[in-house]
């Protein structure tokens, strides 16, 4: 069992920057492939960033390539994403998950490859 709490969400003017955390307890984090999602009102959940347990392989969106980066401190059991050049339309609860994997090298983008979810932080961002 893995519990993720993230916190680091609020609001920000657009051109701002923001870091998430995911603080993670529970045995193994370190085996376990990352990913933070997003949800804007009226919108389905998607994967904005997703990261392996080793190999330091990574996914990024088309839409925050370049402007968002994953990372993960396993000695400290948790995630971070840090968000620069925000937008508008980047306004939405952003959510931490985790999926048990046996293969170090390996993310996923899909929503039901995860097996545990945060409760999810508000990311406002004015224009």
């Known amino acids: 069992q893995v519990r993720l709490v993230e916190s680091g969400g609020g609001l920000v003017q657009a051109g701002g920057s923001l870091r998430l955390s995911c603080a993670a307890s529970?045995?193994?984090?370190?085996?376990?492939?990352m990913a933070w999602f997003r949800q804007a009102p009226g919108k389905e959940r998607v994967c904005v960033a997703a990261?392996?347990?080793?190999?330091?392989?990574?996914y990024y969106a088309d839409s925050v390539k370049g402007r968002f980066t994953i990372s993960r401190d396993d000695a400290k059991n948790t995630l971070y994403l840090q968000m620069n050049s925000l937008k508008p339309e980047d306004t939405a609860v952003y959510y931490c998950?985790?999926?048990?994997?046996?293969?170090?090298?390996?993310?996923?983008?899909?929503?039901?490859?995860?097996?545990?979810w945060g409760q999810g932080t508000q990311v406002t961002v004015s224009s």
């Open positions: 998950a985790a999926a048990v994997t046996y293969s170090a090298s390996v993310y996923f983008q899909n929503l039901d490859d995860y097996n545990y």
């Open positions: 990261i392996s347990w080793s190999r330091g392989n990574k």
């Open positions: 529970g045995r193994a984090f370190s085996s376990y492939a």
